[in-house]
């Protein structure tokens, strides 16, 4: 991995580890040994969510700390072609899905069925696996 050329924002490291419970402390003070006490950017107001983040935002003790929520929206703001393509696969796909269920509600409704959920969640499973 490498930082790109045109990136301005602050000094980027990038730590690549196994994941293994028993490394994740040396894991924290590998990624943690750099810091000068400047601020550290975290969200927040988010709650620990896993033992990793708490054990990580225990390891900041006092060191100052900046939220950076602000700075990921602007992020995911911009997309890549890769992800470009990756909307427009999903939108496709979830269109598909919609327009034959919809129809396949709409006959059952036509005919004042009465079927149950799962088999209309069976139909659709069947038109995933082999479309017309």
Known sequence: MQVPA?????????????VKPDNTAEAIKQTLGHLTG????????????????EQTLAALGST???DMKDFMDRVHLTK???E??????????VKWTFANVINEVED???AQKEIKHSQIQSK???MLEKPD
Do not use: M
């Not at 400047?38 to 709650?47: E, N, Y």
């Open 108 to 110: 059952i409704i036509d």
């Open 124 to 126: 659709v499973e069947k």
């Open 38 to 53: 400047g601020p550290v950017a975290v969200f927040l107001k988010d709650k620990p969510d896993g033992e990793v983040t």
């Open 6 to 18: 045109d990136y301005e924002g602050p000094a980027l490291e990038f730590v690549l580890r196994t």
């Open 64 to 66: 100052p700390q900046v």
């Open 80 to 82: 890549i072609a890769a």
């Open 84 to 93: 470009e393509e990756n909307l427009s696969v999903a939108g496709a796909f």
